[in-house]
């Protein structure tokens, strides 16, 4: 079950997931002039998300509310956590931004759609077509 984004599969990638990565690239490129937006960024950038989410969950021991807190009020060994799963797809000048986006982002969405997105990665279904 892979669960990486590429350019083959992004438009498989579920419509919600799809809507955060968007909103996150485009809170990046506000923070960041020397962030674009084309679709390499965007498949860098749904891949961090995913690598976040993945990391929590399973260091989590696939709990969706300990995740969703882990994400949303971060301890300091979470935060490093998720700067670490971060540093892993952009260069130190971005990885702020990006964390900062992810944070605000997940800030403003409603729990159960978080934990919807969780489920999805749990469930191996971040992609249309895939059972």
Do not use: H
Request: with cysteine.
């Amino acid at each position: 079950m892979a669960n990486r984004v590429t350019k083959e599969n992004y438009q498989d990638l579920d419509e919600n997931v799809r809507a955060v990565v968007n909103k996150v690239c485009l809170k990046v490129s506000e923070r960041n002039d020397r962030f674009t937006i084309d679709p390499i960024t965007i498949i860098i950038i749904a891949n961090c998300i995913i690598s976040v989410i993945r990391r929590l969950y399973v260091c989590y021991f696939n709990n969706s509310g300990s995740t969703l807190k882990g994400l949303r009020n971060p301890d300091w060994f979470q935060k490093l956590m998720i700067k670490t799963q971060i540093s892993r797809y952009v260069t130190s000048d971005l990885s702020p931004d990006v964390y900062d986006a992810i944070q605000e982002q997940s800030s403003e969405m409603a729990d159960g759609d978080i934990v919807n997105i969780i489920n999805l990665y749990n469930s191996g279904k971040l992609f249309k077509g895939r059972t």
